[in-house]
């Protein structure tokens, strides 16, 4: 069963005191409540800032389980002369962890496949910000799913910047709330019809999602698995230390261009809290984009995640040599939540001299069970 909704807040009044006034249940509360948590901020997302070099980048994505459309922008800088002669080609694939691939129309739109976009004309002395061209469209995650079977995405994007000034301020992706309660699809939502005044109380366990109560329960437990993507970091495809972070020590220290001044960089994140606040706090998973350059071709590298979490650091550790950019797995970690932030600082280091490990992608994402 369908049925549209409106996002609207849910008031959860349990202690207001009413007298002589009919018993009332907060079932219609409970109810939007759900439907608020589950549908209105489907809440994974990414990012890619100041592309000033034609080249591929790529960000790492996972599907939220309520989410059914992606809405993918690019904003294109404009230029304050030349523009005729300026102009960005974007060309997106997206690619699944078994190696399937969508990179064609109609899963696709218009301005993401290769197509030839000329940049808009800016005042001069304005901000690049100031006159942004915004090539966007919206990706059908169930019709992209029908592909791309493995949860692991990465959205690639060959970008070929011409012209004096071409440049790309941010490509990003974020999931768009929902508007229709479909419960035949899972993390649907649930219909608030049988929760109207004067309707019948069924009996039975609440854990029965085929009871009216138990839907309101079971969209409630899905709206906590609706995690976070708290850092989503990438730079250009490129084995130039200039351009994309990289480690040569044998001993942990920063990557170039992601430390500060020596020191590793701390990427400051504000956690979701769900259990009692404290540093054991709550679970996350991470992965990076690499590979290697240099070296015997038999070395090995490692790449270390710390926070404030209990259990930190936590380390992927004997990542194969490759000279293809890869996908590490996942790594298990955690986010404290003994104050409303924390810090994630990366570091990593190669087993013997000679190669350099690089690094065009960071994926950490709450992921509550």
Do not use: C
Request: glycine share 10%; aromatic share 8%; no cysteine.
């Amino acid at each position: 069963m369908t049925s549209p909704r409106v996002p609207v807040p849910a008031d959860l009044d349990t202690e207001a005191a009413r007298v002589a006034r009919t018993v009332r249940t907060e079932a219609l509360a409970l109810g939007l409540a759900a439907n608020s948590a589950l549908l209105d901020s489907p809440p994974r997302r990414w990012s890619i800032h100041d592309l000033d070099t034609t080249g591929t980048y790529a960000a790492g994505y996972v599907r939220s389980p309520a989410a059914r459309y992606l809405r993918v922008s690019a904003a294109i800088a404009g230029v304050t002369s030349g523009w005729a002669a300026v102009s960005v080609v974007l060309a997106l694939t997206i690619r699944d962890g078994a190696g399937n691939t969508v990179t064609t129309s109609p899963d696709l739109p218009a301005g993401f496949l290769a197509t030839s976009t000329h940049l808009p004309g800016a005042l001069v002395g304005a901000s690049r910000f100031d006159s942004e061209l915004l090539v966007a469209g919206y990706l059908d995650l169930d019709a992209l799913a029908a592909t791309l079977v493995d949860p692991r995405w990465s959205f690639e994007w060959a970008v070929t910047l011409t012209g004096s000034g071409a440049l790309v301020n941010r490509i990003e992706g974020w999931e768009v709330p929902r508007g229709v309660v479909d419960e035949t699809a899972t993390a649907g939502g649930v219909s608030l019809g049988d929760f109207q005044p004067d309707q019948p109380v069924s009996d039975g366990p609440l854990s029965d999602p085929a009871l009216r109560w138990g839907r309101i329960v079971q969209a409630t437990e899905q709206a906590r698995t609706m995690g976070r993507t708290y850092v989503s970091l990438a730079w250009r495809q490129s084995t130039a230390p200039s351009d994309t972070p990289s480690v040569s020590s044998t001993s942990d220290a920063p990557f170039t261009l992601f430390d500060m001044g020596g020191a590793r960089l701390p990427i400051t994140v504000h956690p979701r809290q769900l259990a009692t606040a404290g540093a054991a706090g709550e679970v996350v998973r991470w992965r990076i984009l690499y590979r290697f350059v240099g070296g015997a071709g038999t070395e090995t590298g490692q790449v270390t995640l710390r926070g404030g979490a209990t259990g930190s650091p936590w380390t992927i550790s004997s990542i194969a040599y490759t000279t293809s950019w890869t996908w590490s797995s996942w790594k298990a970690a955690a986010i404290s939540t003994a104050s409303d932030a924390d810090d994630f600082e990366l570091s990593g280091k190669v087993s013997a001299s000679g190669p350099s490990l690089f690094l065009s992608a960071v994926e950490v994402e709450e992921h509550v069970t």
